[in-house]
């Protein structure tokens, strides 16, 4: 089940292939495999190895996403395979994202894409979201997920770091409903050093995911001494604001030291509110602080200023939105409401 004819690669001389699906445009070997660590080269087809292989699943709240403006309430039945195609150095989830690098394994259990169908249906799902790791790196699993689920009447979800070619976005996209992408910072250096990725790459995904008409919120995880700066923060928003659009929901989310990132404190909450703050100066009409329940976690109407949705955490204390509109002053709130 776990190994898939890959899609979206080439074959050059000498049996070496080039992978087509993230912007690493990896060269690969016969016997080897790319960036990610789960794509490989045999014999001159490049096989994915994760396929139908899930490392972690669970039923989440639409929120832990983050998605505030998408199915408000609703849970979404959340997969994962091993490997990215990111090195970042405050992953949260490196026990599964880097294992095929930092254990030179892949490991996860068979879950093929129907029983990820069956599965949300049973739990009582709106929605599926590839997510935890990262969603490009098993894409043939995630797309043929996303077929089955769209049919069911399910919602399709990318929780992503962006990193995708052009290419492959599009060809799922007519099956993906809403995606949260991280924009980590709006420096390149902040990419290449923490990250192993350049910044023009998220920039291009995150404007075609605008493009092609897929529900799109952005997330920025601060890290104090890395990307806390007013000028790193400005420039994120304004990214969004100016080129993604005024609508489009920005979170600021705290950090916590994990994984090789051990030597930065956890952000303080007047960061966060000074990275919200820096975001309403842009234009934005909705950012949200992350990881520290209990502010700024409200959705407040764009004409009246009151508060539509009341939320803690992950959850969703109250929903006065009445289809999509504030029942106060009757201004529409943009986002997919049910």
């Not at 139908?52 to 309430?73: M, R, S, Y």
């Not at 192993?196 to 493009?211: H, M, N």
Request: aromatic share 8%; glycine share 10%.
């Amino acid at each position: 089940m776990n190994v898939k004819n890959a899609s979206f690669y080439t074959k050059d001389a000498g049996a070496i292939v080039h992978c087509g699906l993230c912007p690493h445009r990896c060269r690969i070997k016969p016997g080897a495999v790319g960036t990610c660590g789960v794509r490989r080269n045999d014999g001159g087809a490049l096989v994915s190895l994760v396929y139908g292989l899930t490392i972690a699943e669970n039923v989440d709240p639409i929120e832990k996403k983050p998605l505030f403006h998408f199915l408000p309430g609703t849970t979404s039945f959340s997969i994962a395979t091993a490997g990215c195609n990111l090195r970042c150095k405050h992953c949260q989830n490196a026990d599964i994202s880097q294992l095929p690098r930092d254990a030179g394994r892949v490991a996860g259990r068979p879950l093929p894409p129907e029983e990820v169908v069956r599965g949300a249906l049973k739990a009582g799902c709106a929605s599926i979201s590839y997510t935890y790791t990262e969603p490009t790196i098993f894409f043939e699993y995630a797309h043929d997920t996303a077929v089955l689920a769209n049919r069911a009447g399910l919602k399709n979800v990318f929780v992503s770091n962006g990193y995708t070619a052009a290419e492959p976005l599009r060809s799922i996209a007519p099956y993906l409903d809403a995606a949260n992408i991280d924009l980590k910072s709006s420096t390149d250096a902040f990419y290449r050093k923490i990250c192993g990725a350049r910044l023009q790459p998220v920039l291009d995904t995150l404007k075609l995911y605008r493009e092609l008409g897929i529900w799109l919120e952005v997330t920025t995880l601060v890290i104090p001494g890395e990307n806390d700066s007013d000028e790193d923060l400005s420039g994120c928003a304004h990214f969004v604001a100016d080129q993604l659009g005024r609508d489009v929901p920005w979170h600021v989310s705290a950090f916590r030291p994990t994984y090789l990132l051990t030597e930065r404190p956890p952000t303080p909450p007047e960061t966060l509110r000074r990275a919200q703050r820096i975001g309403l100066e842009a234009g934005l009409q909705f950012v949200y602080q992350g990881n520290i329940p209990g502010e700024g976690e409200e959705t407040l109407c764009p004409g009246c200023g009151k508060i539509v949705i009341a939320r803690y955490g992950y959850a969703v204390r109250a929903n006065r939105l009445r289809e999509g509109r504030c029942p106060d002053c009757g201004v529409a709130v943009p986002g997919v409401w049910g």
